[in-house]
C-alpha cells in the first residue's frame, strides 16, 4: 500500500512502482506521485526512479509544495494520531502510455527522509 508518514522529524514515502520496458529502456514509473526514470537495465531504473524520488521530496519540501501536489494527486490527508497521506484509489489515476506496456516487475520503494 503506497502510504507517507510524517513525524516531526522524518518523512517516510511507502510506494509501489511499476517497471516497463519502452524500446531499449526500462521505465520505473511510480503512479501515485507521477513520478518516473529509465534506465538499460532494471536494477538501473530502479536505482534512478529513487534517485528522482529524494530529488522530489527534496525540493517540494523546500518549496512548501509537498503536500499541495500530494493533494493535487488525489491523496487523502489523515492527521490523527500522526499525519499520514494515503492514495487516491488506483482506478482514478491516469495511466497514460502505460496501458498496453508489459510490465516486468513491480516493486516496492521506501525513503525516510529527514525533515527540517
Not at 507521477?34 to 517540494?60: C, H, P, R, V
Not at 490523527?80 to 508489459?102: D, L, R, W
Amino acid at each position: 500500500m503506497n502510504r507517507i508518514q510524517h513525524s516531526k522529524s522524518t518523512t517516510t514515502i511507502s510506494v509501489e512502482v511499476v517497471i516497463f520496458k519502452e524500446d531499449d529502456n526500462y521505465v520505473a514509473f511510480c503512479p501515485a506521485l507521477n513520478l518516473s526514470a529509465y534506465d538499460s537495465t532494471i536494477q538501473g531504473a530502479k536505482d534512478a526512479f529513487e534517485i528522482n524520488m529524494k530529488i522530489f521530496m527534496d525540493e517540494t519540501r523546500r518549496k512548501g509544495t509537498f503536500e499541495r501536489y500530494l493533494l493535487k494527486l488525489g491523496w487523502t490527508l489523515r492527521q490523527q494520531p500522526t499525519i499520514e497521506y494515503s492514495q487516491p484509489p488506483i482506478n482514478s489515476i491516469s495511466f497514460g502510455s502505460m496501458v498496453n506496456k508489459k510490465i516486468e516487475k513491480v516493486i516496492n520503494s521506501k525513503m525516510s527522509f529527514q525533515t527540517c
